[in-house]
């Protein structure tokens, strides 16, 4: 329910400087965890005056009327506390929290933003703060993000498009909260897209606007360990563009304390810069590891070599096209066989890395569905590498989701995922991989920074760490199981879709021990006009460019697979003419393979340890081309236009052998 909430911010007028022991900050110990309290009194003097001189860091209703009440306090800036602080630098990134008697006052300088927490005991998170900050204490994990990313500003109605479409679409769907074992709490509701000022039982501070969902995880199983989910976006009205999102989850109901901390809730001017602490420093492999995993991965660590492969079809994952004898099975086979032999003899290479996608199966709940399982007999007749025995390393996509993406059906696996309803299935699709025994490249949710798939955040209730959870529940079960042959790859989008901070990639990143390789996807659709594509179209170089400069503050010693991507030649939905920019992918191509093959390869380019060419088209409701991505089928003539890209890629692959 949206909830419009006026009167309830009260403004304070700045008192007069004080002394730190006039304050009362002398004998006080720092709010809980690491950290350094601010010793020196000029440091309030400052921040209650040159820094925050009109009153910003009060809130009378949580105790903080003047700078007296102020017991504690500490700066985090640039990436560590300190404990005194008397200019703010324009790059600076500067956080604040301020504790009285009972309550904390989180000041982000750097987002502009100011909020009070009900608590003097709490660990906060600032390693990804310019996405999102997480405060844990109590029973509850707090976050909160800042952001002001709008495609839609061109538009009569930004805002309402933006959230509508990103932030509320689901939440605001009843289908969505009962398929997927949900239920609303507190009388919050869903409300028409188009109401811009809601009248309800809460006010908010004039010209602030507020969406609350207060929801609860039906937790049957008692293995979600936060089912209650209290959500507020708040903006000022007339900001088209900029937004407050916080998400309270509990072990109990905290929608109470989620109106009190909205209440304390206000924007402001930002000053400094905001930014990430977070660095994955090196990659570490799984010690338990087979000895022929353990050589095959140090191998991608260290080769000079880009290992190549192409997706056309994924294996069968379902019982009965997995008997060996059955018709299904053996069409497939014969239908990937001729796929990848006449793409090998066309290109004159053969794959290094045989790709294939699962995922979990089709049925409308956990108890009743058809599951698809690892297409062990295919995987050993098309992979069976090792990297080292001339056979191409399968590797192998695993998405959660009952519907190959359907965001529209308005369910998801996720939730079930996080009661183990899976795990029985999970146990089983683990011992599978452990028997197939050679290096599996293992790419688990592959785009999870994306509106269009089953585990993205704006699926699982605008909350990221419910796709860690998950996948951290998936790697310890092939833990127990005793998996020693999976590299697990990490693959978000390149370009994080919603628009926004709360979900971007690093938000979805599990952790550097359930993590083995970094993943890329950077498609060019190159869907342009003819007489646009050839100033417009982005090249090999600059996508793959501009996302390693995008990965090098995080991994910077990380190597690279492109687990999938391709360049476009046109589709035909709409109208247009189909392959209509197919020069312009086949110069991409040449270009790629210049870039590879430079006597002296830029930085970007020697990250890159794998490339899988996705040789697959993207379809409309009409069933016609958007993106036209296939360059070859062995039964089909439709893409006998495309020799000139084929001919790049023959004539690449020899210049690499140079």
């Known amino acids: 329910m949206k909830k419009r909430i006026a009167a309830l911010f009260v403004g304070c007028a700045l008192l007069l400087p004080c002394g730190l022991a006039a304050c009362g900050n002398g004998g006080e110990n720092p709010p809980s965890g690491d950290g350094t309290a601010i010793t020196d009194s000029k440091t309030y003097d400052y921040l209650f005056g040159e820094m925050y001189g009109k009153g910003e860091l009060f809130d009378t209703e949580n105790g903080f009327s003047k700078k007296s009440d102020v017991k504690s306090g500490r700066c985090y800036v640039d990436g560590n506390y300190v404990s005194s602080f008397r200019e703010l630098k324009r790059r600076q990134d500067v956080k604040i929290e301020l504790s009285n008697q009972q309550n904390t006052r989180f000041v982000n300088a750097s987002a502009g933003a100011v909020f009070t927490l009900p608590t003097k005991e709490y660990s906060v998170d600032y390693s990804i703060a310019q996405y999102r900050t997480k405060i844990e204490y109590a029973d509850s994990v707090f976050t909160v993000s800042y952001n002001s990313k709008n495609p839609y500003m061109n538009g009569s109605t930004p805002w309402y498009t933006y959230n509508s479409e990103w932030l509320i679409f689901h939440l605001n769907n009843d289908d969505y909260i009962t398929s997927n074992g ?21 006010t908010t501070k004039p010209d602030y606007d507020l969406y609350r969902y207060d929801i609860r995880i039906d937790d049957s199983t008692n293995t979600v360990e936060y089912p209650y989910y209290n959500i507020a976006i708040v903006r000022r009205v007339k900001d088209e563009k900029t937004f407050a999102l916080l998400v309270m989850k509990s072990k109990t109901d905290r929608a109470a304390e989620l109106d009190k901390i909205v209440k304390s809730f206000s924007f402001m001017p930002k000053q400094g810069v905001e930014k990430n602490y977070f660095d ?5 492999g799984d010690e338990n590891w087979n000895e022929e995993t353990k050589a095959y991965y140090d191998m991608i660590l260290n080769t000079e070599k880009v290992h190549w492969g192409v997706f056309s079809y994924s294996m069968p994952g379902n019982e009965e096209s997995l008997v060996e004898t059955s018709p299904g099975y053996q069409a497939m086979l014969g239908k990937s066989k001729r796929m990848k032999e006449g793409i090998e003899e066309a290109w004159d290479y053969d794959f290094d890395i045989y790709p294939t996608y699962t995922h979990i199966g089709a049925g409308s709940d956990a108890d009743n569905y058809a599951g698809h399982h690892f297409p062990l007999k295919m995987a050993n007749e098309l992979a069976g590498g090792n990297g080292f025995n001339g056979k191409p390393v399968l590797q192998f996509t695993f998405q959660y989701t009952l519907n190959n993406n359907n965001v529209r059906a308005e369910r998801t696996p996720m939730f079930d995922i996080l009661r183990g309803k899976f795990d029985e299935y ?5 011992r599978d991989i452990k028997t197939y025994g050679k290096p599996v490249l293992f790419r688990l949710n592959n785009e999870m920074n994306t509106d269009w798939t089953s585990y993205c955040g704006i699926m699982t209730l605008c909350d990221p760490d419910i796709f860690n959870e998950t996948w951290i529940r998936l790697y310890k079960i092939f833990e ?36 083995h390789l970094l993943g890329g996807t950077n498609y060019e659709m190159n869907n342009y006009d003819a007489n646009e594509a050839a100033t417009s179209i982005q090249s090999f170089q ?7 400069e995008k990965n090098l503050p995080v ?4 190597p690279m697979i492109i687990s999938e991507f391709a360049c476009g030649s046109g589709g035909n939905s709409g109208n247009t003419e ?6 312009e992918q086949a110069k991409w191509v040449k270009e790629m393979f210049e870039a590879f093959a430079a006597e002296e390869r830029a930085p970007w380019a020697k990250t890159i340890k794998g490339a899988v060419w996705f040789n697959c088209n993207d379809y409309d409701a009409d069933e016609d081309i958007t993106n036209r991505l296939r360059l070859y089928d062995p039964d089909s003539t439709d893409y006998a236009d495309l020799s000139e890209t084929m001919t790049a890629f023959r004539e690449g692959f020899k210049l690499l052998k140079k």
């Open 480 to 515: 127990e199981e005793g998996v020693d042959n999976c590299i697990w790859i990490w693959n978000p989008a390149a370009d994080s879709c919603p628009y926004s901070s709360w979900g971007e990639d690093l938000c979805y990143y599990p952790g550097n021990e359930y993590v």
């Open 542 to 548: 600059a996508r793959y460019k501009s996302l390693y």
């Open 578 to 583: 189909l392959g209509r920019n197919r020069s």
């Open 555 to 558: 991994f910077s010693q990380w």
């Open 426 to 430: 999970f146990h089983r699709l683990a």
């Open 280 to 284: 994955a420093g090196k990659p570490v």
């Open 182 to 202: 949900m239920e609303r709490l507190n009388g919050t509701k869903a409300y028409p897209f188009t109401q811009q000022r809601a009248v309800g039982d809460v």
